[in-house]
Structures are given as C-alpha cells and as structure tokens.
T-cell receptor, first 113, second 113 residues
Framework: DTAVSQTPKYLVTQMGNDKSIKCEQNLGHDTMYWYKQDSKKFLKIMFSYNNKELIINETVPNRFSPKSPDKAHLNLHINSLELGDSAVYFC????????????FGPGTRLTVT | SQQGEEDPQALSIQEGENATMNCSYKTSINNLQWYRQNSGRGLVHLILIRSNEREKHSGRLRVTLDTSKKSSSLLITASRAADTASYFCATDASVGGAQKLVFGQGTRLTINP
C-alpha cells in the first residue's frame, strides 16, 4: 500500500564505493524526483524525470546517475562515494510535472565513512 | 540561493495553543505549498495555495498568502503533541521550461504536553 517506497532505508559505506538507491511509486504519477536533505534539514532537488525523460538536473556531480526504467521507478546510482555525500536522500513523485503536490518516500540515510 | 525562508527556525509552545510559522520568498510564484516532516520520515503535503488565492483552510490549518509582500503564513490551531514536526514551505521555480519546488530550511515545531 506504500505510495512511494525506497530501498534501502539505511546505507553505511566507505569512501570510494559505489552504491544504488531504488525508488518505486504506485500512484500512477508521471513525474519523479530525487532530493538531498543535509544535516541542517535543507532539502534540495537533484533530478526530475517525466515519463522516463530527464527534465531537471541541478548541477549534481556526474558521480550521481539517475536511471528511470519506467515511469514508476527512479533509481539513483552513486559512484566513488565521498564524505560529503552523507545525507538523507528522498524520492518523490507528482501527478504532472510542475505545479502539483509531491508525495515523498521515507528517505534513505546514507553515511559515508 | 534559497527561494523560501521560514521564520522562526524553531518554535516551542504548549499543547492547545496556536502555532504560527512564516515563509518569505524572493521571486514571483504560481503557487506555494506547505509540507510537514516528522522526525526520520519523508515530507507530507499539507496545503497548496495558488498565487491568486489569499487564504486557505484545511482542518486545523490555515494558510495565508500575500504576494505583494512575498510571504505566507501557516497557522495551526489548538495544537496537539502529534503536531510536533518540522514544517517547510516550498515555492515553484522554472528550470529551463520545467518546474521545480524550492524548499526553505523549515520551522522546527515542538508541542509540549
């Protein structure tokens, strides 16, 4: 029944490793997003996909690569993890791109040691 | 730079009292949204108010929007312990033809029993 789900919920890894976070929504939405929330709770958009097409890429290092196999899934792969990547990553979806409310997943807390 | 900024950053009140949080933003908007985030959880959409609306209600929530002052307020009446959370305002912004939400850093609300 979960509308937007993410796995894993927690991720602890060492610098230099590569990791992926998966997101799925069962709301039938066309648009999905990745956000990063830092330790000060500042939430910033990273990417947005509409019907599997990348529409927003917010000057994110190219170590981050989103992939949308279909409009219900948006995964985030991170290469060569750095200490500064430690944060909570949220996936979200909305009915149409733009001016509608967004539904957020529970978040993935990434800790890089 | 951030579009929305909440004020105060933290607010602590007694159960039953009203809580008011303010949000200021910098550029013109199509709509403004308020979200709640409980500790360790994803954001939950509360209210969306369009730029041509001045006030909107939802249960114990009342949102006002003053586009001339570029500000909005969220009032929670008769607060309950369960209202303890962080509250974020979000405004829309254009990115190369796509729309994104820009979040403030939130107001941390604590309701004391």
């Amino acid at each position: 029944d979960t509308a937007v789900s993410q796995t894993p919920k927690y991720l602890v890894t060492q610098m230099g490793n590569d990791k992926s976070i998966k997101c799925e929504q069962n709301l039938g939405h066309d648009t999905m997003y990745w956000y990063k929330q830092d330790s000060k709770k500042f939430l910033k958009i990273m990417f947005s996909y509409n019907n599997k097409e990348l529409i927003i890429n917010e000057t994110v290092p190219n170590r981050f690569s989103p992939k949308s196999p279909d409009k219900a899934h948006l995964n985030l792969h991170i290469n060569s993890l750095e200490l500064g990547d430690s944060a909570v990553y949220f996936c979200a979806s909305s009915r149409l791109r733009g001016l509608y409310e967004q539904y957020f997943g529970p978040g993935t807390r990434l800790t890089v040691t | 730079s951030q579009q929305g900024e909440e004020d105060p950053q933290a607010l602590s009140i007694q159960e039953g009292e009203n809580a008011t949080m303010n949000c200021s933003y910098k550029t013109s908007i199509n709509n403004l949204q308020w979200y709640r985030q409980n500790s360790g959880r994803g954001l939950v959409h509360l209210i969306l108010i369009r730029s041509n609306e001045r006030e909107k209600h939802s249960g114990r929530l009342r949102v006002t929007l003053d586009t001339s002052k570029k500000s909005s307020s969220l009032l929670i009446t008769a607060s309950r312990a369960a209202d303890t959370a962080s509250y974020f305002c979000a405004t829309d912004a254009s990115v190369g033809g796509a729309q994104k939400l820009v979040f403030g850093q939130g107001t941390r609300l604590t309701i004391n029993p």
